[in-house]
């Protein structure tokens, strides 16, 4: 775990730079808890009629899977007014705009959490166009785990909170492997 600590550091020190220059303005990432769970325990995380923005990254390269970025509506609508700075407080429906700048906000927290977990591990990762949903965390959650259901076990699950402005918004990072690569990373985190 310590080494996991250190790869969450880095990537939180990595994600607050490229958003504060994003937004042209001082805005902080803190990861405030990482742990590994089964797959089928992540529905805990968030209850599951809640609704929420999910920011879904497939990964290839040496190591394949998903990334998953998941804010809660009232954080991903305070997201959406300091990506697009608008006033805050004025979002309260996400247009074509707001999803492309969680979009963007999900290439940044998982790209680098990813070049990170890359350059720890000395393998390479490739994280591919994302996709937006804006759902029940239990109907966004039920999909992904379908298709990882049988190729993966466990999941890295992290939770990170955006600050500005005296706000914190909280967010889910998620990471799905395959039970081979999982176990990979697994190992290398032990070593390291």
């Known amino acids: 775990m310590e080494k996991l600590q250190e790869i969450n550091n880095k990537a ?8 504060s220059k994003l937004v042209g ?13 089964n797959v089928g325990e992540l529905s805990p995380i968030i209850a599951p009629e809640e609704i929420v ?12 899977g998903a990334a998953l970025l998941i804010f809660p ?15 805050p ?4 429906k996400l247009t074509g705009l707001d999803e492309s ?24 990762t490739i994280g591919q166009v994302p996709s937006f949903s804006f759902d029940m965390f239990g109907a966004i959650v039920s999909q992904i785990m379908t298709a990882f259901a049988q190729k ?17 918004l909280k967010g889910y990072f998620l990471l799905l492997f395959e039970l081979p ?5 697994l190992r290398s985190l032990d070593s390291g």
């Open 89 to 92: 407080g004025t979002t309260r």
């Open 12 to 19: 939180a020190l990595s994600a607050s730079g490229a958003l």
């Open 181 to 185: 690569q999982f176990n990979t990373i």
């Open 101 to 124: 700048a969680l979009k963007e906000l999900g290439n940044i927290v998982c790209g680098s959490y990813l070049t990170v977990l890359s350059n720890e591990l000395q393998v390479k």
């Open 152 to 168: 993966s076990e466990k999941a890295l699950v992290v939770e990170i909170e955006i600050i500005f402005e005296l706000k914190a």
């Open 73 to 87: 509506k009232e954080s991903a609508f305070n997201l959406s007014d300091l990506l697009v700075r608008r006033e």
């Open 25 to 37: 303005r001082q805005v902080k990432m803190n990861i405030t808890m990482a742990d590994i769970r």
């Open 53 to 64: 923005a999910g920011v879904y990254l497939p990964v290839t390269g040496e190591i394949a």
